[in-house]
């Protein structure tokens, strides 16, 4: 079983829809949790950080996170087609293993059509 | 420049070649990474430098070699690579050697025939 799984899609969705994106998990040990966004032909790019459960809204983006499910997910609200891009989770450890590794996830490759 | 530069953007190279690629990093950062990305795999960590110190070795095969000269270069030396190893291949930095707010560059996408 992979650390993280993460469906790879490809997901295509009409402009102004919602995304959901999500990820699972099996170490329990995992507390930082990130979103990073690819772009064709470019490096990722840091899209959201969060610690532990909860949820944290920026603009159009929202990450959840469920570490009772070991879940995390990723919703765009009002989507636009500048948003195609992949989208790739990454989790590390926290306390004494704040110096962990991060674990990516394989990435979804999101696609929003005018 | 700005952020976190790679050259070149894209090598092709043969099976006995040796061949360089260089990052560099403008943003002041004290840690520097090297991440090998293949169609349908996750991101697979390679080498971590933290001032200029290398403190992780991903058991990497040694056709791969890391140099980092200072806190804001880094390059990776390739040679006798195989096919297997054609993937893009990522640089990245921190403000510390924490792993988690990482600045990637564009990449250089590596194809050996």
């Known amino acids: 079983q992979k650390e993280v799984e993460q469906d790879p899609g490809p997901l295509s969705v009409p402009e102004g829809a919602i995304v959901s994106l999500n990820c699972t998990y099996s170490n329990s040990a995992f507390q930082y949790f990130m979103w990073y966004r690819q772009y064709s032909r470019k490096g990722p790019e840091l899209l959201m950080y969060t610690y532990s459960s909860g949820n944290k809204e920026d603009g159009r983006f929202t990450a959840q996170v469920d570490k009772s499910s070991k879940y995390i997910s990723l919703f765009i609200r009002d989507s636009q087609p500048s948003d195609s891009a992949t989208y790739l989770c990454?989790?590390?450890?926290?306390?004494?293993?704040?110096?962990?590794?991060?674990?990516f996830g394989q990435g979804t490759i999101l696609t929003v059509h005018p | 420049e700005t952020g976190v530069t790679q050259t070149p953007r894209h090598l092709v190279m043969g099976m006995t070649n040796k061949k360089s690629l260089k990052c560099e990093q403008h943003?002041?950062?004290?840690?520097m990474y090297w991440y090998k990305q293949s169609a349908k795999k996750p991101l697979e960590l390679m080498f971590v430098y933290n001032f200029k110190e290398q403190t992780e070795n991903n058991s990497v095969p040694s056709r791969f070699s890391p140099e980092c000269p200072n806190s804001s270069h880094l390059f990776l030396h390739l040679h006798t690579l195989q096919p297997e190893d054609s993937a893009l291949y990522l640089c990245?930095?921190?403000?510390?050697?924490?792993?988690?707010?990482?600045?990637f560059g564009s990449g250089t996408q590596l194809s050996v025939l």
């Open positions: 990245a930095s921190s403000q510390e050697l924490n792993y988690e707010k990482l600045f």
């Open positions: 990454a989790m590390k450890g926290g306390g004494g293993t704040s110096y962990g590794k991060l674990t």
């Open positions: 943003l002041g950062h004290n840690a």
